[in-house]
């Protein structure tokens, strides 16, 4: 589940954000109204490495293994599930 805070409060309580991001996962970080940034946490970090990797090394959706698409659905479970 994806948290947005506005830049002050990212900036001034970063020790929390910290911790915060373990929890939610993906924190986006909002100026004036739009997001300037994301603070993820090492675990969707992982994931998206993966999936990047994954992602260079497939020239056709078409040759996309079980295992690809398992993990996106996991992925994708994951950033839904409100835990």
Known sequence: MTVEVPATTFARNFPKMKED???HG???VRSHKRTVGA???P?????LETLRRRQRELTRIEEADDAFFEALDDAVAS???PA
């Open 39 to 41: 603070f993820i946490s």
């Open 79 to 81: 950033y839904d599930d």
């Open 26 to 28: 993906i924190i986006a």
């Open 43 to 47: 675990a969707v970090l992982e994931e």
């Open 21 to 23: 991001v373990r929890e």
